[in-house]
């Protein structure tokens, strides 16, 4: 992948973090079929709107239950996608690359907002080129012992959801 540069970060970052509270991971309400799970973080991937104006969105959250993606407003129910470790670094390896050097001090100054197995961290921010109408969200991967890598979020949402179906359906 390309270095991503050409202007200034747009705005915050384009997710929240932190702790959300009481949540149920892939489930529209609570009952025996869906246990409650505390999710202590999540970053938003993906948000778009479906042809009849509904909104439909894609995080990764971490829970009690481990990693997942959770896909919400995509079918007539949410749906989680428990993830094997190192999905989400593989990902980063593959697709990500390096920031240009005009967005390094903007990638290295971002707040982390979700922490993964091996204490990497992930990050968001909207960039929108001068050239472009249209600010995209990107996400920052930062491993511990490594240069920070940037991708698409929406390209890393479509690429976990890959995984995430692939491993489901071998795990029955």
Known sequence: AAAVGGAAAVGGAASGGGDWGWQVSGCSGRSAACPEVRVTERIL?????????????A???QS?????LVREGFGAEPEFL??????????MLRYGGPPSEELVSTVLE???ELTLEDQSTL????????????????????????????????????????????AR????
């Open 169 to 172: 359906a071998l795990a029955r």
């Open 64 to 68: 009690a239950a481990g990693l997942g």
């Open 45 to 57: 991937l993906l948000e778009t709107h479906q042809a009849d104006g509904k909104p439909a969105r």
């Open 110 to 112: 971002l707040a982390p």
């Open 82 to 91: 428990p993830l094997v470790l190192g999905s989400v670094q593989r990902v």
């Open 123 to 166: 990050a968001s921010f909207r960039f929108r080129p001068r050239y472009d109408v249209i600010a995209k969200d990107y996400l920052v991967w930062r491993p511990r012992d490594a240069a920070p890598r940037l991708e698409l979020a929406v390209s890393v949402a479509a690429a976990l959801t890959h995984l995430g179906r692939a």
């Open 59 to 61: 995080w990764l959250e």
